[in-house]
């Protein structure tokens, strides 16, 4: 079975300084994508970064960037240049694949607070 | 842009009464997904479906059942609400591939009194 741990319920950063949030993970699949999902208080989820398995380069998405640790299953985010919009719930999510299609675990979540 | 739209975004059902979660996603995705998010548990899958009138239980499906027989609209039952189902519910579709994505709905917070 696939898990997904974020030990980090909560985070605070002053605006404009750097933050990293912890992932770690457990799967004895091969081939698989790591996510950063982020759920303002809108509820709206949506996708800040993906990262495949296969690729050794850390992706970045402006602000985002990813450290991501195979061997050690680790894949943390790391948010430059915090803004107040950044404060949000963040999820740390694993795909993979079954016969049938893919399949998609989360972390518990870490709340994070930008402060002005 | 892809859109996943939950039928309703809050919601109020007495126990033990039958209770319906609309989910329509308008992409085409095979692959539907239910979850359930409650604090410090994170997304808890429910049910999925990997195409018309297929359906797999998630890690938590015991009370819930699933219904998807067209392919844009993927529907959550609660069979008897209780209490404990009280939570924020969220329906998700994946577009699979190199740019593979979930896309979700807008959640629905159901409180069962």
């Known amino acids: 079975a696939q898990t997904v741990t974020q030990s980090q319920p909560e985070m605070s950063v002053q605006e404009a300084e750097t933050v990293t949030l912890s992932c770690t993970y457990d799967?004895?699949?091969?081939?698989?994508?790591l996510f950063w999902y982020k759920q303002p208080p809108s509820r709206q989820m949506i996708l800040v970064i993906r990262q495949e398995a296969y690729k050794q380069q850390n992706a970045t998405e402006n602000r985002f960037s990813v450290n991501f640790q195979k061997a050690a299953k680790s894949f943390s985010l790391k948010i430059s240049d915090s803004q107040l919009g950044d404060t949000a719930m963040y999820f740390c999510?694993?795909?993979?694949?079954?016969?049938?299609?893919?399949?998609?675990?989360f972390g518990e979540g870490t709340q994070l607070t930008v402060n002005p | 842009d892809v859109k996943v739209t939950q039928s309703s975004r809050y919601l109020v059902k007495r126990t033990g009464e039958k209770v319906f979660l609309e989910c329509v996603q308008d992409?085409?995705?095979?692959?539907m997904f239910w979850y359930r998010q409650d604090p410090g548990l994170g997304l808890r899958l429910i049910y999925f479906s990997y195409d018309v009138k297929m359906k797999e239980k998630g890690d938590i499906p015991e009370g819930y059942s699933v219904s998807r027989e067209k392919k844009e609209r993927f529907s959550l039952i609660l069979e008897s609400a209780s209490t404990n189902q009280t939570s924020m519910y969220l329906c998700a579709s994946i577009v699979e591939g190199l740019n593979t994505e979930a896309f979700f709905g807008q959640g629905t917070r159901l409180t069962v009194v």
């Open positions: 992409m085409d995705h095979e692959n």
């Open positions: 999510a694993f795909e993979w694949w079954e016969t049938s299609g893919s399949r998609l675990t």
């Open positions: 799967t004895s699949e091969s081939n698989y994508y």
